[in-house]
């Protein structure tokens, strides 16, 4: 919302600065977003008059000019323009001066031979306007030498706010002006718009078809008027906020949008077919040319102002072309009414129109202030016009606005902290306009004013602002009903409260540090949450680097990565490449693998610990370490450059499992990864037979292919939501026997496609007691071995507890080792 | 089709069907479409014929070429396919072998996000205030995002939130992708009890993409509620917060009147900046850096406590603003690049993890 300085005045008596008036706006919560001084940046264009205009002698578009600025001194000026002619006054730029329109600085040149010393500007050229037919064409009393902002009043500097959606009342030049004198600063001047004279019964009458159209509707007529351009003041005013001047009675309506916050429309009378002007709402084959050159056609939720010809306008949001006024218009019937703004929200959202006028209305207007509007725009357009006023038409009734509030002395420190007292806070409620109804030591009870439809907005008939409860159904219904009961009472007492701290400015609140509430605090991670710093430290410290990537991705890729249903799919993406929640961090972090690649960087290993989505629920978003390593490891001249490989991976996955508590001996690998790995080089891990924990591996060559990686990649993805919660038991004593372990390699050869975890398992199954681990050491596969088979070598650790082994004892359980070896796998001991 | 064109293409499918790798297909393909192959010759007889057959029989044989030709390209296809399959077969190896007993790469490679870094700063400053980490999924119903939170459907405030939907079930509501952290106040008032202090630290999603606005990015959301707490404690809170955090003791933070729908009053949160030189802590200038309220009566309502009883704070900012605000980042966008030379100049390392006592 834009407004000028000396517009707030017309409504503000005030001898404050402008710096203390953006100071208050901003405490009092109208936030300023900028202000704009216009004269300083015109400070060096004068007014001129052109005392010679000749064809220029080597040019036949241009015109040599003799000037005259004011100083005494004709200077010469190269000019372009087709109006150019001796005895006009216009706009001077001297050499130095920044053209704000073309963005250039003046300088003294030579245009084809002739020396031109200034440049005479077009409205575009000052940053004022659109025109650029010619250059300025002042009237003939324009003073030469003055600096012409100043002659153009432009020294009135324009303040932006931005209005909360709640303060529809401050849309509008007065309602900022009444909450600046609330606040102190100046008092606010009264506005009492005397009725106009009645000299004709109205020409057209409004008729409500439908109550859900319209809730009250004035209108009256004024013929006789002309219709020109509006005065200099008005058009000004309307250029500085960034609106168009069309002609007075348009001007009108749009001066009182911003003036007075009442959005107005004026038809043509002699446009209008028929007698009368109906509010309905929409029907089938409606449709209508607006004024903002569209062709809309209304729902049957939408309201229409219509006449015998049908739909004039899409009521409170954007006019109709074929009864809107013009220079011809000789009577106009202005149209003053007050609509459900929830429905004017609904339509302006159905059409997507942004006009000043919806936004004040599903804002809220003043529901009480109808026939005084009407009242003041008659006498405005009677004055710009001339003309004389026809009866009002009415129709519907003023809405039941009118409700109490009740503040509490006591919530002024219980509930704001603050320490204003009774009396301040009833002078501040009364300053906004509310009145005293009953106040005892504890409370004051006020009359709510009528064009705050922001407080206690649930009392008033005219719904602006309101809102209804809507509480979760699976509440317990004694305390639903408990909560329910409160929240009308306390929602307007917080109302009331918000408008007395508001005034005095929040910084005037203390600061108090939140309470302990215990001598320390409790956790504020659950062992659950502080996995996830786990997992990340582990796999930072394992050189990936973590990073953050979309949790949306292009539907084609993510289809590689998994099930992409419909019901995952974004249905207003921000651009087609993110359109689909993506079924693994694993899709996104590929992709910022190659583009690294792409920038020259091929050895390249990412993690990222975020969300898998598999189904638009709670549940169906599962937390996953994953990581992504691209390219080979580090060059070294102790350790080979190698491609990195899906033992990589595992390591990588395993390393987050072990930290997080799994149990090693707990996990079991299959080879059913998921199709975005490659089927023979990946594996899923699984605590016990069944619970997938994690995936690991090299990635599918289709996969990297579809992604123009060069290959190949590794991949990991810990499903950390499946990871069981350790107990938090005490540990039992340790384990400490006081005899040496016994120690023995045992290699085994085995057909290839026995896992090496077939073997380990058989072998710790074998002897419960004495052994005390096992683990695998050497593999190996080669010329030297009959075809098909590896070699696979066990350590294991025998360990005895009550005596020294005889070597008898740890034969047989060395026996009966390779025996179970041998019966699971086929494995055969090797010599 | 002429009978002869019907054996031929019966002939050349059996070859197709019978080439078991690409060079056998590509036998036929030569034999079939090459320069002397079978249909390229009867390509090449039609113009002996007599000009009123030469029309239909080379319309025949143009559709025999060209379902050749598909039926090629799909063979082709597939034998690629078993040819990448057997590959992949061939390439099996044993995944249970246990793995190295190091990281391929080192710590001095890895590195922590700054993201990441603020919300651990985040966890341990508002912890050492009793705060608790509470969660929320990503894809929330309208009700949790909006009207539970005080906003209906119609209200003014939905057109702030550039709200990302998902394909609306059979029937059902769209979901949406949070656009705040805040439904996470309403999941956490519905399963706990009151006295509640929890922080959201979180992913939310808006439609929105420019140099300062990006489509998904991350909220921490603060949630404080009893019988006691006043707007005092608010500005207590945060001011401990913003100085703590900063690292400068005397940052001037200033309190403005604002409007959010689920809280009232509300308020909006300037600290003390220079606009010239980006420096924190002084210069005159102010930077608009949250938005807190008192948790509005309709919310607690909405998830059953009576405002009568129970009241409290809540607050929201952006964990990217003041990332960048903290170590100078001016650009939004590659936070989410995953660029590695960006995350080796911003990232932390693995091996400091933030404590209380840490020299921000």
Partial sequence: ?831 | MADDLDMLRADIEAAMAGAEDLRALDAVRVAALGKSGQVTALLKGLGALPPEERKARGAEVNVLKGEIERALEQRRVMLEAFALDARLAAERMDVSLPPRPFAPTGPEAGSIHPISRTMEELIALFGAMGFAVAEGPDIEGDWHNFSALNIPEHHPARQDHDTFYLTAPEGGRRPVLRTHTSPVQIRTMLTQEPPIRVIVPGRTWRADHDATHSPMFHQVEGLVIGRDIHMGHLKGTLIDFLRAFFGIADLPVRFRSSYFPFTEPSMEVDIGWSRKTGELGSGGDWLEILGSGMVHPKVLANCGLDPRVWQGFAFGMGIERITMLKHGIPDLRPFYEADCRWLRHYATSPLSPFTLHDAS
Wanted: proline share 7%; net charge negative; with cysteine.
């Fill in chain 1, 1 to 831: 919302m834009k407004f000028t300085l000396s517009w707030l005045r017309d409504h503000l008596d005030t001898d404050a600065s402008l710096e203390t008036i953006l100071a208050t706006l901003n405490t009092i919560g109208l936030e300023v977003e900028g202000v704009e001084d216009r004269a300083a940046a015109l400070a060096p264009f004068r007014i001129a008059q052109v005392v010679e205009a000749e064809q220029h002698p080597n040019a036949d578009r241009l015109r040599a000019l003799k000037v005259d600025a004011g100083d005494g001194k004709l200077l010469s000026v190269v000019c372009g323009a087709p109006n150019a002619r001796a005895g006009m006054k216009g706009v001077l730029g001297l050499p130095g001066a920044f053209v704000p329109g073309s963005g250039i600085t003046l300088k003294v040149g030579e245009i084809r031979g002739v020396k031109s010393e200034g440049m005479m500007c077009s409205t575009r050229e000052l940053g004022l306007g659109d025109d650029h037919e010619g250059i300025i064409d002042l009237p003939e009393d324009a003073p030469v030498g003055m600096p012409y902002a100043e002659w153009a009043g432009l020294g009135d500097p324009v303040i932006e706010i931005s209005v909360t959606p709640n303060r529809g009342d401050a849309l509008a030049v007065r309602g900022v002006a009444r909450d600046l004198a609330a606040a102190g600063l100046g008092t606010l001047k009264p506005w009492n718009p005397e009725p106009a004279a009645v000299a004709y019964p109205t020409p057209l009458e409004w008729v409500i078809e439908d109550p859900r159209a319209c809730i009250q509707v004035l209108g009256r007529a004024v013929r006789g008027v002309a219709n020109g351009p509006s005065p200099k003041w008005l058009q000004d005013r309307l250029a500085a906020i960034g609106l168009r001047p069309i002609n007075a009675l348009v001007d009108v309506t749009n001066f009182f949008t911003f003036d007075l916050g009442r959005p107005l429309h004026v038809f043509d009378v002699a446009k209008v077919k028929g007698k009368t002007l109906t509010m309905r709402l929409g029907r089938e084959g409606d449709e209508y040319q607006a004024l903002n050159g569209k062709t809309y056609r209304p729902t049957s939720e939408d309201i229409v102002i219509a006449d015998e010809a049908g739909v004039e306008s899409l009521a409170a949001i954007v006019g109709g072309e074929s009864t809107g006024c013009d220079e011809t218009t000789r009577e106009v019937f202005i149209e003053c009414a007050l609509f459900d703004p929830v429905r004017i929200a609904r339509t302006g959202r159905r059409h997507q129109v942004h006009s000043d006028a919806r936004a004040r209305n599903e804002r809220g207007l003043d529901p009480a202030a109808q026939r005084a509007m009407l009242e003041a725009a008659t006498r405005m357009i009677i004055e710009l016009c001339g003309g004389e006023a026809s009866s009002i038409s009415e129709a519907g009734a003023e809405p039941a606005w009118q409700r109490d509030a009740t503040l509490r002395f006591e919530r002024i420190a219980g509930l704001g902290g603050s320490s204003i007292g009774p009396d301040q806070a009833v002078a501040s409620l009364e300053k906004l306009g509310f009145t005293v109804k009953a106040r005892d030591a504890a409370s004051v009870t006020v009359a709510v004013p009528s064009w705050r439809n922001d407080i206690a907005s649930s009392r008033s008939a005219y719904r602006a602002g309101g809102s209804d409860l809507t509480q979760e159904p699976g509440l317990d219904p004694t305390r639903a009903q408990a909560a329910a009961a409160g929240t009308d009472e306390v929602e307007a007492e917080c109302d009331l409260l918000e408008e007395v701290l508001r005034l005095e400015g929040l910084d005037a609140i203390p600061a108090v540090s939140l309470p302990a509430e215990g001598r320390l605090p409790l956790p504020s991670l659950t062992p659950r949450q502080s996995r996830t710093a786990l997992a990340r430290r582990v796999l930072a410290s394992r050189g990936l680097a973590e990073a953050v990537t979309f949790g949306f991705t292009a539907h084609a890729i993510a289809s590689y990565f998994g099930a992409v249903p419909e019901a995952l799919r974004v249905e207003n993406p921000i651009a087609a490449d993110l359109d689909q929640m993506r079924p693994t961090p694993v899709a996104t972090l590929l992709q910022a693998a190659g583009r690294n690649a792409a920038r020259g960087y091929p050895d390249v290993s990412l993690f990222e610990i975020g969300a898998s989505y598999v189904a638009p629920t709670p549940e169906g978003q599962l937390a996953t370490a994953a990581g992504v390593r691209l390219g080979r490891t580090p060059r070294h001249w102790d350790a080979p450059q190698r491609t990195f490989d899906a033992m990589d991976a595992k390591g990588d996955a395993l390393a987050v499992l072990l930290a997080l508590g799994v149990s090693p001996a707990a996990l079991t690998v299959t080879m059913d990864a998921p199709a975005h790995y490659h089927p023979g080089r990946s594996g899923v891990l699984r605590s016990g037979p069944k619970l997938p924990l994690a995936r690991f591996g090299e990635l599918h060559p289709r996969v990297l292919s579809a992604l123009g990686i060069d290959g190949p990649a590794i991949a990991f993805e810990v499903l950390l939501d499946s990871i069981p919660e350790p107990k938090r038991k005490k540990k039992s004593a340790p384990d400490l026997p006081s005899f040496q372990p016994v120690r023995r390699d045992l290699a085994f050869l085995v057909d290839r496609d026995v896992q090496a975890d077939a073997l380990l398992r058989a072998a710790r199954n074998a002897e419960r007691n004495l052994l005390a681990e096992v683990s695998l050491f050497d593999r190996y596969a080669g010329d030297k071995l009959p075809e098909g088979k590896v070699s696979l070598a066990l350590e294991v650790v025998l360990q005895p507890r009550e005596r020294t082994l005889t070597d008898a004892e740890i034969e047989a359980a060395i026996a009966k080792i390779v025996a179970a070896v041998a019966k699971a796998t086929g494995a055969t001991l090797r010599g």
